[in-house]
T-cell receptor, first 115, second 110 residues
Framework: GAGVSQSPSNKVTEKGKDVELRCDPISGHTALYWYRQSLGQGLEFLIYFQGNSAPDKSGLPSDRFSAERTGGSVSTLTIQRTQQEDSAVYLC?????????????FGPGTRLTVL | SQQGEEDPQALSIQEGENATMNCSYKTSINNLQWYRQNSGRGLVHLILIRSNEREKHSGRLRVTLDTSKKSSSLLITASRAADTASYFCATYTGGFKTIFGAGTRLFVKA
């Protein structure tokens, strides 16, 4: 079956521009995560959606970052007025925690480069 | 701060040798998972161990969990060049987000 997909796979933008990153989770998965990973570093949690609950935005680094999840499925991560330090790979993952086990399935990521 | 912390940060071994990576965490967990990441892209789930389990095997992988010490280890036996990747532990506390550690970078030399 289809896994988690992300688009675009690569994005190069100029400092100050806005970017939108998209994530299509596995159908039926109620939980969706966004992470950021800088070169050679671990995963930095950004935001977490679970069903119809209010998202956990505790990981968003600044108010330039926002995310939404429409209809409990597709999610968009928006970065406004991009800065060079925003350059990283942005990973999306989804999971179904109805069994109390949260195994996450990751997309291939979007590599963002801010010039 | 991260819930899981892997140790060592980097490990270089010869093909055929065993590789051991450790993970420590801070709070009580429901389960702990190990993931692998190749080439800085998406992570792939390897193995899950529940809080009431002490050891789990999957192929060449062996995971142990010591809840009294809040630590876990991942052993890869008879390593291969294809095992070269970053390995992350992730803890799930139930009802909250899974938290990933900073990872161990494993390099297996052919």
């Amino acid at each position: 079956g289809a896994g988690v997909s992300q688009s675009p796979s690569n994005k190069v933008t100029e400092k100050g521009k806005d970017v939108e990153l998209r994530c299509d989770p596995i159908s039926g998965h109620t939980a969706l995560y966004w992470y950021r990973q800088s070169l050679g570093q671990g995963l930095e949690f950004l935001i977490y959606f679970q069903g119809n609950s209010a998202p956990d935005k505790s990981g968003l680094p600044s108010d330039r970052f926002s995310a939404e999840r429409t209809g409990g499925s597709v999610s968009t991560l928006t970065i406004q007025r991009t800065q060079q330090e925003d350059s990283a790979v942005y990973l999306c993952a989804s999971s179904s925690i109805s069994t109390g086990i949260d195994t996450q399935y990751f997309g291939p990521g979007t590599r963002l480069t801010v010039l | 701060s991260q819930q899981g912390e892997e140790d060592p940060q980097a490990l270089s071994i010869q093909e055929g040798e065993n590789a051991t990576m450790n993970c420590s965490y801070k709070t009580s967990i429901n389960n702990l998972q190990w993931y692998r990441q190749n080439s800085g892209r998406g992570l792939v789930h390897l193995i899950l161990i529940r809080s009431n389990e002490r050891e789990k095997h999957s192929g060449r992988l062996r995971v142990t969990l010591d809840t009294s010490k809040k630590s876990s280890s991942l052993l890869i036996t008879a390593s291969r060049a294809a095992d070269t990747a970053s390995y992350f532990c992730a803890t799930y506390t139930g009802g909250f987000k899974t938290i990933f550690g900073a990872g161990t970078r494993l390099f297996v030399k052919a």
